[in-house]
C-alpha cells in the first residue's frame, strides 16, 4: 500500500482563469481519489475565488475541498517542502523554497506540468529531466496529452457518471437558474467562452441570418465589450437579453466550475478557450470550437491544426472540413470562405458533428487520465 505522500503544487495566475483552473482540478483529483495531502500555493486568489467562490481572498491559510490552500505572498515564509512538488506551467518556484528543497534528502520529486498540446513531439518530451545548474535537484517535464505515451488529460474517475446523470435529470434545473424556457425542438443553445477576436462579429451575423433560433449564452468575461459593440449597446451586464433576428443573447454571470460543466452538458455547441475549458467541452460529448491562446508569429495555429486533425480522424469528410473551416476561422488562419458560408457548411453536418463528439469523448480515455498517470511517474522516482 502506498504510503500519503505530500505534495506541494504552485501556481501562478497569469492573465486568464485557465491555469488555477487546472491546478485545482489536480490538486482535488489528488486529495479525492489518491488520498494525499496537498498543499495549494496561489498567488491571486481573487481569481482563484472566481471559479470557486469558497475561496476566502484574504487567508493565508485554508482547507478547500481537502486541499490546504496557502496564499504565495511575494515574501515567501518559510516552508519545509513536501515529497513531491509541481509548478504548474513553469512558475519559478520562490528561491528560498528551492535552497529547502535542495537540503531534503531525499530531495523531492519536482514536477514541471507543461500545458497541453495535441502536436507529436509532446511524447518524445515528456516526462524528460532536467538537472538544476546550481542546486543537487532535477526538475522532470510532465506534458498533458492524447496519446498513451503522453501524461494524459484531467478527468475525474467518475465524470462520465456525473455527466450522464445531468444530461438525463439535471438540465431543465439549469435552465430555470439561468432565467431560461426549455429549448424549442429546432433551438441551438450555445455557449460563449472567447478572448477577443476579430471574427466574433461575423460570427454573430450568421447566427442572426439563420433559419433557425440560436440562443448565445455567454458568461462575464472579455468578449462583453465586443457584444456590446455589434448591438450598439453602450455596455452589458449578467442578465441582460438581446434579440437580433434569429440570435438571442443571453449575458450570464461568471460560473464556477462545476456550472460551468453543467453549461457545457447542457448546450448544443460550446466555443471554448485556452486548455482548461477546451479539455471541460471534449470530456463534455458537445461539439466544440476551440479558440486557442492567441501566440507572436501564429505559433498557436500548429497547436489548433494538431488537435484539428486529432480531433477530425475518422470524420465524413464533409463533416472534417466543415469542423476545420470553423476552427480555422475562428483562430483567424487564412481560410477560403468567410464566417457565413463556414457557419452554413456547419449547419448541414451538425448532425454527424455530434455523433462524433460523442464517440470522440469516449476515445479520449485511451490517454489515460493526468492525475493517475502523475502519481505513478512519481512513485517510481520516490521508490
Not at 529531466?129 to 522532470?140: F, I, N, V
Not at 455589434?230 to 449575458?251: E, F
Not at 507572436?296 to 472534417?320: C, I, P, V
Not at 511517474?377 to 520516490?382: N, R
Request: contains cysteine.
Amino acid at each position: 500500500m502506498r504510503a500519503m505522500r505530500t505534495w506541494d503544487i504552485f501556481c501562478n495566475v497569469v492573465d486568464n482563469y485557465g491555469d488555477i483552473g487546472i491546478a485545482w482540478r489536480l490538486a482535488r483529483g489528488l486529495v479525492r481519489e489518491h488520498g494525499l495531502r496537498v498543499r495549494l500555493w496561489v498567488d491571486d486568489l481573487r481569481a482563484f475565488q472566481r471559479i470557486w467562490p469558497a475561496v476566502d481572498a484574504d487567508a493565508d491559510r485554508q482547507t478547500c475541498e481537502g486541499v490546504t490552500v496557502c496564499a504565495w505572498r511575494t515574501q515567501f515564509v518559510a516552508t519545509e517542502p513536501a515529497q513531491v512538488v509541481v509548478e504548474a506551467f513553469g512558475c519559478a518556484l520562490p528561491e528560498s523554497y528551492l535552497n529547502a528543497m535542495s537540503e531534503q534528502s531525499p530531495p523531492p520529486v519536482w514536477i514541471n506540468l507543461e500545458y497541453l498540446s495535441a502536436e507529436p513531439w509532446v511524447a518524445e518530451h515528456h516526462g524528460l529531466p532536467s538537472p538544476h545548474p546550481r542546486l543537487p535537484l532535477t526538475k522532470y517535464f510532465f506534458f498533458p496529452g492524447y496519446t498513451p505515451d503522453t501524461g494524459g488529460l484531467l478527468v475525474e474517475a467518475d465524470l462520465a457518471g456525473q455527466r450522464a446523470a445531468f444530461v438525463h435529470g439535471g438540465t431543465p434545473a439549469l435552465w430555470r437558474e439561468l432565467g431560461l424556457g426549455v429549448p424549442r425542438a429546432d433551438e441551438l443553445r450555445v455557449s460563449l467562452f472567447a478572448y477577443e477576436n476579430p471574427a466574433l462579429p461575423g460570427l454573430l451575423d450568421a447566427w442572426a441570418a439563420d433559419p433557425r433560433p440560436v440562443t448565445c449564452l455567454v458568461s462575464e468575461g472579455r468578449v462583453i465589450p465586443q457584444l456590446a459593440a455589434w448591438l450598439s449597446v453602450p455596455g452589458l451586464q449578467a442578465g441582460d437579453m438581446h434579440q437580433r433576428g434569429a440570435l438571442r443573447l443571453h449575458i450570464l454571470p461568471f460560473l464556477d466550475q462545476d456550472r460551468y460543466d453543467h453549461l457545457l452538458w447542457a448546450c448544443g455547441l460550446n466555443f471554448v478557450r485556452g486548455e482548461d475549458s477546451c479539455v471541460r467541452a471534449q470530456w463534455a460529448a458537445r461539439p466544440l470550437v476551440w479558440q486557442a491562446y492567441p501566440q507572436a508569429d501564429e505559433a498557436h495555429w500548429d497547436k489548433t491544426n494538431a488537435l484539428l486533425g486529432r480531433y477530425t480522424e475518422g470524420l465524413a469528410s464533409q463533416a472534417a472540413r466543415a469542423v476545420s473551416g470553423m476552427w480555422r476561422h475562428w483562430n483567424g488562419m487564412p481560410e477560403a470562405n468567410d464566417m457565413a458560408a463556414c457557419w452554413s457548411a456547419w449547419r448541414v453536418q451538425q448532425a454527424v458533428i455530434e455523433a462524433h463528439a460523442v464517440g470522440w469523448c469516449d476515445r479520449l480515455s485511451l490517454a489515460g487520465p493526468l492525475t493517475g498517470k502523475l502519481v505513478d511517474f512519481v512513485e517510481i522516482k520516490l521508490k
